[in-house]
Structure formats: structure tokens, C-alpha cells
């Protein structure tokens, strides 16, 4: 056919605007870096501010179930409706008043959190144990395992620095990756502008 394009030479549309914009991703990738980095020098400190800021989110989502609740006059479950809010307002100020026995409790839920996640998929990865990659469950149940046994072996210490710890590397591994998907939107933009040139 002599009107057929070769597809492969048109470069594929999977960034849209990020491709002119790419600027302001590398920006928020590096500032991301950049917080996580200083963030692992003061786990303490992020432990506390996530804590204090989960207590707020709660805080904020009670009033504003409260005021919800106002709508409803008629409804027989008001009372209940008006007491999940009042829950949610409270454990919200014990949260921000008492933000690290907080993250002591967050800290314990999750440790146990992990050694159950741990549990299950070794049981998953034993299930599937004649199919062809069935390690790869149990390596990731083993180390959820290892890491729950970990916190709860040195909790509460860890509950002091656990949260902070994991938001640090969360928001390091959460830039370095905008910083490749910002890089690769501007490759896609040169590739773009050469194909239309």
C-alpha cells in the first residue's frame, strides 16, 4: 500500500502535556528526593508528623460528618450517624494531643499487619508451589515476616521511628520515579518534535 505509515517511526502518545511539562514533575520528583533524604536523618520528627497529620484528617472528616449530619433530620440512624462522627473527631484529638502514643499503637497494628500479609502469601506461594515462579510469593511473605518480627521485636522503640522510617523511603522511592517518568516524557517530547520536523 503506498499511502501506509510506518508505525513504528511515529513516536506513541503516552504523556500528553507532560511532554511540554515535564519541567514541574522533575521538580516535585527532586523536591520529593530531597524530603525523604532529610526525612531519614529525623524519623522521630516524621513519625510524629504523620501521626499529627492522620489525627487531623480524622478530626476534619468527624466535623465534617457532624455537620452532614444536620441534613438529616428524619433519619432513625441520625443518632448513630452523629456518634461515628463524635468517634472520629475524638480519636482524632487523642491522635494530635498524644501523637506518639499514636504512632506506638499505629506501629504495633502494622507490625501484626505484616506478619499476617507474611502468613498468607507463604500459604499462597505453598499453593501454587508446582506452578513456575511460586518462589516469588513466599520470598515476599518471608520478608514481610522478617520485617513484622523485626518492629515487634524491638517495639516500642520502633514505634518511635517505624512510620517516620517508611514515609522517608516512601517519599524517596515516590521521587526517583517521577524523576525517570519526567525524564521519559521529555525524550518522548524530543522524539515528537524530530518526527514532526
Known amino acids: 500500500m503506498p499511502n501506509s505509515i510506518n508505525l513504528t517511526s511515529v513516536p506513541i502518545t503516552v504523556f500528553g502535556e507532560l511532554e511540554k511539562n ?8 527532586l523536591a520529593s528526593v530531597a524530603l525523604g533524604t ?8 516524621f513519625t510524629e508528623a504523620t501521626a499529627v ?24 440512624s441520625i443518632a448513630w450517624h452523629v456518634l461515628i462522627a463524635l468517634l472520629y473527631v475524638g480519636a482524632g484529638l487523642v491522635t494530635v494531643l498524644h501523637p506518639q502514643l499514636a504512632a506506638l ?7 501484626w499487619i505484616l ?17 513456575r515462579g511460586w518462589y516469588w510469593p513466599l520470598l ?8 513484622g518480627g523485626m518492629i515487634l521485636y524491638e517495639w516500642p522503640e520502633s514505634g518511635l521511628w517505624f512510620i517516620g ?5 516512601e517519599l524517596i522511592f515516590n521521587g526517583w520515579s517521577y524523576l525517570f517518568i519526567a525524564q521519559a516524557a521529555r525524550a518522548a517530547g524530543k522524539r515528537r518534535k524530530q518526527a514532526d520536523a
Not at 115 to 131: E, L, N, Y
Open 22 to 29: 515535564w519541567g514541574w514533575l522533575l521538580a516535585f520528583g
Open 38 to 45: 532529610l526525612g531519614l536523618g529525623m524519623t522521630f520528627m
Open 53 to 76: 497529620f492522620i489525627g487531623a484528617l480524622l478530626i476534619v472528616g468527624g466535623v465534617l460528618q457532624l455537620l452532614e449530619g444536620m441534613k438529616c433530620r428524619g433519619w432513625k
Open 105 to 111: 499503637s499505629l506501629t504495633l497494628m502494622l507490625a
Open 115 to 131: 506478619v499476617g500479609i507474611g502468613i498468607v502469601r507463604s500459604v499462597i506461594a505453598f499453593q501454587m508451589r508446582p506452578a
Open 140 to 147: 515476599s511473605g518471608l520478608v514481610s515476616l522478617v520485617l
Open 165 to 169: 522510617l517508611y514515609v522517608a523511603i
